[in-house]
């Protein structure tokens, strides 16, 4: 008997094959869907049943299917989701080259052979993915097994943990497995942890398969190293009082011009690009390369001079935005992940200038980050952050030659900067496998650093140029860097 894709079974409750389901007598009756889809309805007295030609099957509530063999072929399927727990068995042999799911959201479905099984075809179950011993759907096999199926394992709700011993139980095989009957066919994890399928128990005493943890999934140091990232950038968006300001003090007070009143060269706006190529090692397994760039532009909104104390004020506005692109590799140079980020910002400064020359600037900065990250087994996860950094910087040049020509400037800068991200669900393939939580961050740096200036004058004025300004020595020193419990 053939049911073909336009036959309609809505009234028909049972489909008889004649005497029973068993080939001893002669007889071989043989029920075929073909192209059908729909609710399967009692099915009895048939030795062969066959699937096939993109046939879907859904068995409903618990049922016992009789037959000898029951055939599932490539592009065909059969689902089992009715009533939950959900007990199926097929009496007979199971040839499975379609798809077989039990996923129904719920861990505690049974699928039972009666006889072998073999098949190079899909099968689908729940598993609540955490510790050893976890409820799962299970799939068992009272002979042999063979072929090469593909198995999908689909998280019911567990948020992962470590597994000690033998793991999650997923399929059992009373008879004999081939040790390559079942592989596993998608990407495993939960919370911090993948896992993977395994051929027998810790002892090798038994024929099943088993879900164990492999360790800490690949997606977390991706997440680890967004912190790290992003408080090395926010550093270097805020910069120093030189990578904004042009102003020469030392040739300003040679020229008695450093009374913004009579300098046509004091600034009033100004443009700052700045890139970075960041490298670092992070728990002596993971390898980060970050590049970034941004742009920034500010504008002088208050501009004072002290004529008694010599000294002059400024405070002005700055916009900015920033681009970050880092890759993750483990130390065998494999491609782990990426991470894109943009960043937007707005900060405000101010200075203090003394006609000593030594100044002390400081910056307050508000930045907002866009943050997408993808790794090599297409887990995607995307967050927004808010960041704020303060910094104070001090620099006093000391005159190293005659005519004031060369300075040596050291430097000492105090910045704190505090970041946050929302909390994210990464998801592979639109299905959710963890909450994201990145902590707070707080962190407390101390830059010191020596500068360089040398300059020398126009042969046709009296005004100086700065011809060498080099950064001799800098150093960043973390003095705090924990995040929020």
Do not use: C
């Not at 009666?114 to 993915?129: K, R």
């Not at 390898?287 to 532009?297: C, K, N, P, R, T």
Request: proline share 2%.
């Amino acid at each position: 008997m053939t049911v073909s894709s336009s036959a309609v079974l809505e009234n028909i409750t049972t489909l008889d094959g004649g005497d029973d389901a068993s080939s001893g007598d002669g007889a071989i009756d043989q029920l075929t869907f073909d192209g059908w889809q729909g609710d399967v309805p009692t099915v009895t007295n048939w030795e062969n049943i066959t699937f096939t030609n993109g046939a879907i099957g859904n068995l409903g509530s618990s049922r016992t299917i009789t037959t000898e063999l029951l055939t599932i072929n490539n592009g065909a399927s059969i689902i089992s989701i009715g009533n939950s727990p959900g007990s199926y068995t097929v009496t007979g042999n199971l040839i499975n080259n379609g798809s077989l799911t039990l996923a129904d959201a719920e861990a505690n479905d049974t699928f039972t052979v009666g006889g072998n099984y073999s098949g190079t075809g899909q099968l689908v179950l729940d598993t609540v993915l955490s510790n050893d011993n976890a409820t799962s759907d299970r799939f068992i096999i009272n002979g042999n097994s063979s072929g090469t199926t593909s198995l999908i394992i689909q998280n019911s709700g567990g948020v992962g943990a470590q597994t000690k011993s033998d793991g999650i139980l997923v399929v059992q095989v009373d008879g004999t497995s081939s040790a390559n009957s079942f592989r596993l066919g998608n990407y495993v994890a939960a919370g911090a942890y993948e896992y993977n399928l395994f051929f027998q128990n810790q002892a090798g005493t038994d024929q099943n398969w088993y879900l164990r943890s492999i360790g800490v999934r690949q997606e977390v140091p991706i997440y680890k190293s967004i912190p790290v990232v992003m408080g090395r950038f926010m550093w270097d968006s805020i910069g120093s009082f030189h990578e904004r300001d042009t102003y020469d003090v030392i040739n300003a007070r040679q020229d008695q011009t450093m009374n913004p009143e009579h300098d046509d060269r004091s600034q009033t706006g100004w443009v700052r690009v700045f890139n970075n190529d960041y490298k670092f090692r992070f728990s002596k397994e993971h390898d980060f390369d970050a590049d970034w760039s941004g742009l920034q532009a500010g504008l002088d909104l208050y501009r004072s001079y002290d004529k008694e104390r010599l000294q002059l004020t400024r405070a002005g506005l700055y916009i900015g935005s920033g681009k970050l692109d880092q890759t993750v590799d483990a130390l065998n140079s494999q491609k782990i992940g990426d991470v894109d980020m943009t960043s937007y910002a707005i900060g405000l400064y101010g200075t203090l200038i003394d006609d000593k020359g030594w100044y002390l600037d400081g910056v307050v900065q508000l930045s907002s980050y866009e943050v997408d990250s993808n790794s090599i087994n297409n887990v995607k996860g995307d967050t927004n952050g808010i960041g704020f950094i303060a910094s104070l910087e001090y620099g006093y040049p000391i005159v190293v030659a005659d005519n004031e020509k060369t300075i040596i400037e050291p430097q000492l800068q105090l910045a704190y900067q505090r970041f946050n991200f929302d909390t994210f669900d990464d998801e592979l393939n639109d299905t959710n496998i963890a909450e994201i939580d990145i902590k707070t961050q707080n962190k407390v740096l101390l830059r010191s650093g020596l500068r360089v200036d040398h300059s020398i004058p126009y042969k046709d004025t009296s005004h100086a140029h700065t011809e060498k300004n080099i950064n001799l020595y800098t150093r960043l020193w973390p003095l705090l860097d924990t995040p929020d419990s």
